[in-house]
């Protein structure tokens, strides 16, 4: 159960501050800075989570698949593991070499696809079943956040260079800008989240504020956020370069889709624009 009282991992497994909730909460994953993943079982001890090693280097981010069987590790040694946490211990499906400091990642609601955002201002699209790579679409800088819409045909993700991209993937090997960059941040857009319903989707950035984008078919039209289906707090998270208050968003009312996730300065966002 989640109930707000801490879950803590081993003294020689330093978490990274990346986490994220299975969506019928029976799991919790985190990572390490030294490329681990802790996995915690909500109705079990709360200081004795597994751990295993599944990259070589800091954990940037966490994300379960839809079905909470797989987790997806992003790390800073360039690489995403898809891990199996549905036996006693997780184990390794598969390695994807992203190539450079990988800063965020995303399962596609269908299970099909996984995008990551790397420091090569590049998001990166990969088929699921066999781990290929099916496309990479461009940033101006390094790229964060990755979502999926509900209905997995669109993906959106923000970036340092104030924006948020969203490209429809219904055939992912040729992904389609939709539109011109969503702009109105004045710094790093670090989260991104959608509706429940796709109809809304959101974006928190370092300057403090939310951003709030209404679709329509092939457009999306910015508005003013409202408290009632938009909520933006401050999450202080850790890195081994020191610590940073940084927004983290949902859009919707509480209703299932991905959890909400706090968000870091690491090593590889220090060059971010202020």
Not at 90 to 97: A, K, Y
Not at 179 to 192: D, E, M, R
Request: aromatic fraction near 6%.
């Amino acid at each position: 159960m989640l109930d707000g009282a801490p879950y803590a991992a081993p003294a020689a497994a330093a978490l990274s501050g990346s986490a994220s909730v299975s969506r019928d909460g029976s799991l919790l994953a985190g990572g390490t800075n030294a490329g681990e993943l802790a996995v915690w079982r909500t109705d079990g001890p709360r200081d004795q989570p597994v751990v295993v090693p599944v990259a070589t280097d800091l954990v940037e981010a966490t994300t379960f698949s839809a079905d909470g069987a797989t987790v997806a590790v992003a790390s800073d040694d360039g690489t995403v593991t898809l891990v199996d946490v549905t036996g006693e211990t997780p184990r390794t499906v598969r390695s994807l070499e992203v190539g450079t400091i990988v800063l965020s990642v995303g399962f596609s609601p269908d299970g099909r696809l996984v995008a990551a955002g790397g420091a090569d201002n590049l998001l990166h699209l990969y088929r699921v079943a066999d781990g290929k790579e099916l496309a990479t679409m461009t940033f101006d800088n390094y790229v964060y956040g990755t979502a999926f819409s509900p209905d997995s045909t669109l993906l959106a993700a923000g970036s340092t260079d104030r924006t948020v991209q969203v490209w429809d993937v219904t055939r992912p090997d040729e992904p389609r800008r939709i539109g011109k960059a969503l702009t109105g941040p004045s710094s790093t857009v670090f989260l991104v989240a959608w509706s429940p319903d796709g109809s809304r989707l959101a974006g928190a950035s370092q300057d403090g504020s939310v951003w709030l984008w209404d679709r329509d078919g092939g457009t999306f039209r910015a508005r003013a956020a409202s408290p009632t289906w938009a909520r933006a707090r401050s999450a202080s998270g850790g890195s081994r370069k020191g610590r940073r208050s940084l927004p983290a968003v949902s859009a919707g009312p509480c209703a299932p889709g991905p959890p909400t996730r706090s968000w870091r300065s690491t090593r590889s966002a220090r060059a971010a624009a202020p």
